[in-house]
């Protein structure tokens, strides 16, 4: 299979994923019923880690960069750019839900900043169970000994937390630098 069309099948799946976060985030805006929010919310947090972690695929192109020439390889780079794109944007979309309930909740208002750098760390650890540990949202359910145990593997292991914080500083900093152009950019066309 020649490497554009390999990109494509999963750059999709990974865009998929993505988006669910974006969607059951939106969707949790609007529940009313308490089971469905609840549902919704863990499914939102699940999948959360999806939207940034498209930045670790990356690391493909790093792979493929010496087997891609001209002009082949312009048309793998657009690919990665629109790859990131969305894993931009529905980083950012998804985090509106999380603000939502920061300015609702009383708890949680006066120190939105640290809460909001705290959830970051914890979108981080998502992103290092995903790429290191190779779970994916899912195994919460059907496999959650699988996850527990990966989850231990992680706190428990140096380099892991390091990466974990390498991946948390990632998040916070994309997301305080981008969040403000973004919402503009939002009101404005939405």
Not at 91 to 109: D, N, R, W
Not at 113 to 129: D, E, K, P, W, Y
Not at 132 to 161: Q, Y
Request: hydrophobic letters at 60%.
């Amino acid at each position: 299979m020649p490497i554009i069309d390999y990109n494509i099948s999963w750059m999709i799946y990974n865009c998929f994923l993505a988006l669910l976060a974006v969607v059951f985030g939106f969707l949790s805006f609007e529940m009313k019923n308490k089971i469905f929010l609840v549902f919704f919310v863990i499914i939102w947090l699940l999948f959360l880690p999806n939207t940034i972690y498209i930045f670790t695929d990356l690391e493909h192109l790093i792979f493929q960069w010496k087997y891609v020439h001209m002009p082949l390889l312009l048309i793998v780079i657009l690919q990665y750019i629109v790859l990131e794109i969305v894993g931009i944007t529905t980083f950012l979309l998804a985090f509106l839900p999380f603000e939502k309930g920061i300015k609702t909740s009383t708890l949680f208002k006066k120190r939105k900043t640290g809460v909001i750098i705290t959830f970051n760390f914890l979108i981080a650890f998502g992103m290092v169970l995903g790429r290191v540990e190779r779970i994916n949202s899912w195994e919460v359910f059907t496999s959650p000994i699988k996850v527990i145990a990966s989850a231990m593997h992680v706190l428990t292991t140096l380099d892991l937390i390091g990466l974990t914080i390498l991946f948390g500083l990632f998040c916070n900093f994309i997301y305080f630098l981008l969040r403000d152009p973004f919402l503009k950019l939002v009101k404005e066309y939405l």
